[in-house]
């Protein structure tokens, strides 16, 4: 069984998905997972923050989920957090911790981070949008030196909506980085800020001359949130977003996550300001 194992895994193909092992997982929400994957021996995922992998159950289908785990921290194995909201997703959710699921990947192009040393960077993370952006956030924070001022906004609906509570806290408490979060349903022991994520802006002093964003969140967010960034003086090029459009292949075949001549799914899902803006298709 093995022997069939290694064989198989050794076939090179991009559609090939690698036979992993889930070997944690920890209810985040009442609709999303964190599941800790590992590879077989032998197999890294050398992945970038920002990219994908398809993850796939045998017998149910395949959906691209961010990898939200930062390189600097991958251990041999990898994070990714899964909200359940179809199939494939749910069908993940009913696994228990030792069981196989398939992964193809790291698909994608990442955040470029070495484009970042020396800026200041603000991260803006709307709900799911905290996932990918989390492999970030801990790459640059491994790294701290290498940066200017960073900022990280945080929006949610409601406090039990939060993602990763811990690794806020663990941000928090450091001096070299400003975290601000708002929930637009607070509850009654909230003390923070309560409304969308751009009344966070009002919060913060800052300017756009030598800083980069990195946006990630529902589509909506972009349009609100896109102003104030240019209205602060950052560049159309130093503004970096993840497009997340319906993916199948992952690999620029099947034409799904097509936005005019541009396949998100290589050429993104992180692309600048400048890159699509005059795309109709990217902020509908
Ligand atoms: C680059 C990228 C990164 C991503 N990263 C993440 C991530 O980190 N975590 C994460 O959780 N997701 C992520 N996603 C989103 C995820 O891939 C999609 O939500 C995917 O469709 C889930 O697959 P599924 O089979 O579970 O859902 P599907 O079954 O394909 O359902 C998808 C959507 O359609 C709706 N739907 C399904 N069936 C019906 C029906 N019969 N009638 C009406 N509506 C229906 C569902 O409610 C759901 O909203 C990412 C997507 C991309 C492109």
Redesign the pocket.
Known sequence: MITLLKETLSRESIYMPTPARITGMRSLTQS?TLFQVELPSGFHLHHRPGQ?VELSVIG?????????SSPTRSNGSFE?????????????HKLAAGSTVGIRGP??RSFPVERFHGRDILFVAGG?GL??LRSLIDEVMDHRGMFGRVILLVGARSPGDLLFPEDLSRWAAREDIEVHITVERPTEDWVSNVGVITTLFNKIDYQGRNMVATIVGPPVMYKFVLPDLLAHGLADSDIWM??????KCGVGKCGH?QMHHIY??QE??IFSYQEVKHLEEAFA
């Open positions: 999303e994908f149910v289908g395949e959906a691209p989920i961010s990898v939200c990714l957090c899964v909200r359940a909201v179809g199939k494939l997703t749910n069908a993940v698909f994608g799911l996932a990918p993840s497009f997340e459009r319906q993916m996550c998100t799914c993104g899902p």
